[in-house]
């Protein structure tokens, strides 16, 4: 297997020698960037497959860096805040951030968000190209064509808003989407009313998709924040 390179922004040096040496140890090649005008050039020069991408800079909020850019490249950014606020983990996410860690995180979280992210990856290099009018994943299979969903053999029955929720989730298979996100994009709008029925649909749609609605196996809760359809291995 490739190692991946991952582009490290952090400009607190104990977290980024953290990091790096994690990195290390585990097989990953790193490049390192201490602020965010840093960031953007080695981004574009060096065309890292993730970016670990601390909130806080010196120069510039990372939420501009990412907004930065999200207008040249889809390489996955994992967002590391010191704030343990939603709301600016969810401005992360809405400009396009894929995942967020909060400070201060484990080292079992930073190598698990990164193997969530490298199968987010390997699904995004198979799908390119490819014929992607059938979604699979482990159990799930979703045909866009007849607008048909599966578990296995047995089809799925679905409302249209299930059926949409369930589309979006797996085409963003592996990263986390806000309830603003998601209520935009299956209604058209966001009101709180809807992040209250967006929870309703969503737990239709569990008990018809997961063998155990309370230990989820494709959606991800992120309370406060939003939904994550999980690659299953
Ligand atoms: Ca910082």
Redesign the pocket.
Known sequence: MNKLQILVV???APVRNLITTTLKTHDYKSIIAENGEEAIRQASSCNPDVILL?L??PDMDGVEVIRKIRTWSNVPIIVIS?RSEDSDKITALDSGADDYLTKPFSVEELLARLRVTGRRLAMMQANAGANESVFINGDLKIDFGSGCAFIGDKELHLTPIEYKLLCLMSQNVGKVLTHTYITQKVWGNSWDNNVASLRVFMATLRKKLECEPDSPQYIQTHIGVGYRMMKIE
């Open positions: 952090e400009d607190d601390d806080g800079l010191a």
